[in-house]
């Protein structure tokens, strides 16, 4: 069993955000694009290595709150129709869509300029592979 397997499951009111299963086949469509096709541009491969361990001392949401802020915010504020991600509750709601959607490098997407390096990618990636702690 893993980490996400124990998280509760909150249900996300249906408003002008897409609906869950879109995002989810969104999501698998983008990973399976991307590993097809070597990426959305073409000119650098996503190389982010998936974590398979939890750092010590863990991650906390304070930790990657600032990456969060600067990089996705822009889009995801909550005034926008994408589903925002401005507090721990937003963030740890879509624990199970963000991680195929920055690991292939699909968010921030690329045409946004939105830059953000492999390490913030990865600071992600495994603070919420641990259990994304608030």
């Given amino acids: 069993?893993?980490?996400?397997?124990?998280?509760?499951?909150?249900?996300?009111?249906?408003?002008?955000f897409l609906s869950r299963t879109a995002l989810?086949?969104?999501?698998?469509?983008?990973?399976?694009?991307?590993?097809?096709?070597?990426?959305?541009?073409?000119?650098?491969p996503c190389n982010v290595a998936l974590p398979t361990s939890c750092p010590q001392p863990a991650l906390h949401y304070r930790d990657?709150?600032?990456?969060?802020?600067?990089?996705?915010?822009?889009?995801?504020?909550g005034l926008t129709e994408q589903w925002p991600l401005t507090d721990y509750k937003h963030v740890s709601d879509w624990f199970d869509i963000i991680p195929p959607m920055v690991s292939t490098c699909q968010m921030p997407p690329p045409d946004a300029s939105v830059p953000i390096t492999i390490e913030e990618r990865t600071k992600i990636l495994t603070w919420l592979h641990c259990g994304f702690p608030e």
């Fill in 1 to 16: 069993m893993t980490t996400f397997d124990r998280q509760p499951r909150r249900e996300v009111p249906r408003r002008r």
């Fill in 24 to 44: 989810r086949s969104s999501a698998v469509a983008a990973a399976c694009w991307a590993f097809a096709c070597g990426g959305s541009s073409g000119a650098t």
């Fill in 64 to 77: 990657v709150k600032p990456i969060i802020d600067q990089r996705c915010t822009t889009c995801h504020s």
